[in-house]
């Protein structure tokens, strides 16, 4: 599929269906101080938007999710769900620096003609919530009922409401953070040493770094599941075995799904912004960063998440000014976010008709 979207054409590493687009012409100032001379938002919307233009949820995904939410969360999607497009309108926009519609690594410098690639400039996740601030005024509304994050989608959703406390009414964060934690980031540089690592990293190409960027994946799954998840999946039953683990088998696949669907310069500049998030930069602490956020909150933790662990998002409930916390269980670690779809949905619903 090929982006044509003015001077940020490129091609998408995979086909959406029912992509939308918006572009800017007007320069996009970052926060390290950079600018992107232009912007272009690849988003998808679910519903209508009523005629008081309140009925919206906006829903910020995930590192290396699409904003075709009903595709990746479709668990969350119909008839007495919380994504419910016959009563809400859904909005949820690619983020910033990502290969899905959104300008980043592998868009064309308007000015250059040819791709950003690892000059793709610095981008925080303040930026990605200012990226999203255009989108909000371009479709034209005006109050957000529910801004909804999982993992750094929670990181978007605080970021967003700091800034724009008199848009939100209600956020809903999971499995995310009031700051990326050094174990976070520990693991975020062990996926750029693998990236680095692919002779054909430094190549302003498409395909370059493809190789790394499997390994990234295999890093970044450590983090993903739990040690019992994968003991109990990836066990071998054959006790003779001296090679072809089943475990090894599991990430050399989750590394090629990857490679297939996104791009090596991309990953790499995601999880740089992944780094730069902080609640507290520049406002004195994280206490003081988090005291803004005035609106009923939601935080979900999930009990066996390695990655972000419930002590993270207890944090946040203790600071967060009107905040509810629960807890799930899951086997699966911190992607049970995408996967309990149904305690997620009740949990939500259930605190939606307390507060």
């Not at 029912?18 to 970052?30: A, C, K, M, W």
């Not at 995930?62 to 009903?70: E, H, P, R």
């Not at 009107?322 to 911190?334: L, P, V």
């Amino acid at each position: 599929m090929i982006l044509e979207q003015k001077g940020t054409s490129y091609e998408l590493p995979v086909s959406i269906p029912d992509l939308q687009f918006y572009h800017s012409d007007q320069p996009f100032e970052l926060e390290a101080g950079g600018c992107l001379p232009e912007l272009t938002i690849g988003y998808h919307t679910y519903g209508t938007l009523n005629e008081t233009k309140d009925n919206v949820i906006w829903v910020y995904h995930a590192l290396t999710a699409n904003s075709q939410v009903a595709d990746w969360w479709a668990g969350l999607f119909g008839s007495n769900r919380l994504f419910d497009p016959a009563k809400h309108f859904i909005v949820c926009a690619n983020i910033l620096g990502s290969c899905y519609g959104t300008t980043g690594a592998r868009s064309i410098h308007p000015h250059t003609g040819k791709a950003y690639g690892l000059d793709f400039p610095k981008v925080t996740i303040r930026d990605m919530a200012q990226a999203h601030e255009l989108l909000r005024k371009h479709l034209q509304i005006e109050k957000i009922a529910l801004a909804v994050g999982g993992s750094c989608g929670g990181h978007q959703v605080m970021e967003y409401a700091h800034h724009y406390p008199d848009r939100v009414e209600k956020m809903a964060l999971l499995v995310t953070s009031a700051r990326e934690t050094a174990w976070a980031i520990a693991i975020h540089e062990a996926g750029r040493m693998s990236l680095e690592a692919d002779q054909s990293f430094r190549e302003n190409t498409d395909e370059a770094g493809a190789e790394g960027l499997r390994g990234a994946r295999a890093v970044g799954l450590l983090g993903y599941r739990t040690i019992d998840a994968y003991i109990q999946t990836q066990t071998d039953s054959d006790t003779e075995k001296l090679e072809d683990f089943r475990a090894s088998s599991y990430v050399q696949y989750q590394g090629d799904k990857l490679k297939r669907r996104f791009y090596a310069h991309c990953y790499w500049h995601l999880l740089k912004s992944l780094d730069t998030h902080n609640m507290g930069r520049g406002r004195g602490s994280l206490e003081a960063g988090l005291a803004r956020l005035q609106m009923p909150s939601l935080v979900i933790a999930i009990d066996t998440d390695m990655l972000i662990p419930p002590i993270q998002q207890k944090f946040l409930a203790q600071h967060l000014p009107n905040a509810t916390y629960k807890e799930i269980h899951s086997d699966f670690g911190h992607d049970g976010f995408l996967i309990e779809t149904k305690q997620i949905n009740q949990t939500i619903m259930d605190w939606l008709n307390e507060v």
